[in-house]
T-cell receptor, first 112, second 109 residues
Framework: DVKVTQSSRYLVKRTGEKVFLECVQDMDHENMFWYRQDPGLGLRLIYFSYDVKMKEKGDIPEGYSVSREKKERFSLILESASTNQTSMYLC???????????FGDGTRLSIL | GQQLNQSPQSMFIQEGEDVSMNCTSSSIFNTWLWYKQDPGEGPVLLIALYKAGELTSNGRLTAQFGITRKDSFLNISASIPSDVGIYFCAGQRDDKIIFGKGTRLHILP
């Protein structure tokens, strides 16, 4: 079974802090993705990566950056957290092509 | 941009009833996916469809890839309490994936 692991289920941070969300997959997947999920807005793509050290902006990259130093790990960084970044963050990965994405359990992030 | 219209947004049904939900788009897709998300969890893949007209089952769940490649439906037969959750469709084409906004399923005792 595919396993996508997000480091924290719940996280509370303060405005202005630098926040790191970590995601690891154990299936040697090429592609990794970061989404945020908000009521009424569905899943929105923040950033994705097709290979190590490679990153592409998704639909809402502002205020975020990512890092992919190793194939299995994809980190999402909130450079200076703001209250409007309070959300559920979901990491996903897939093998590429038309293969389905598999999701982690999510990190519910609150910015106070 | 591309959009998926998923309906209904929510459903209230009695335990034991059958459920049907669908997704439509003005764009064609090469793959249709159905996910379920339990409260506080990430989406879990239920069924993947790769070919127009394909009908695939997973236990009590059945999904079909529409002939036009612009729609898909998911049926759940004989619903049980653990079917409660949000069901998402997703259309995939050329490495791009679009998600529906979800159908929230409530089951009344």
């Amino acid at each position: 079974d595919v396993k996508v692991t997000q480091s924290s289920r719940y996280l509370v941070k303060r405005t202005g802090e630098k926040v790191f969300l970590e995601c690891v997959q154990d299936m040697d997947h090429e592609n990794m993705f970061w989404y945020r999920q908000d009521p009424g807005l569905g899943l929105r793509l923040i950033y994705f990566s097709y290979d190590v050290k490679m990153k592409e902006k998704g639909d809402i990259p502002e205020g975020y950056s990512v890092s992919r130093e190793k194939k299995e790990r994809f980190s999402l960084i909130l450079e200076s957290a703001s209250t409007n970044q309070t959300s559920m963050y979901l990491c996903a990965s897939n093998l590429g092509g038309h293969q389905p994405q598999h999701f982690g359990d999510g990190t519910r992030l609150s910015i106070l | 941009g591309q959009q998926l219209n998923q309906s209904p947004q929510s459903m209230f049904i009695q335990e034991g009833e059958d459920v049907s939900m669908n997704c439509t788009s003005s764009s064609i897709f090469n793959t249709w996916l159905w996910y379920k998300q339990d409260p506080g969890e990430g989406p879990v893949l239920l069924i993947a469809l790769y070919k127009a007209g394909e009908l695939t089952s997973n236990g009590r769940l059945t999904a079909q890839f529409g002939i036009t490649r612009k729609d898909s439906f998911l049926n759940i037969s004989a619903s049980i309490p653990s079917d409660v959750g949000i069901y998402f469709c997703a259309g995939q084409r050329d490495d791009k994936i679009i998600f529906g906004k979800g159908t929230r399923l409530h089951i009344l005792p």
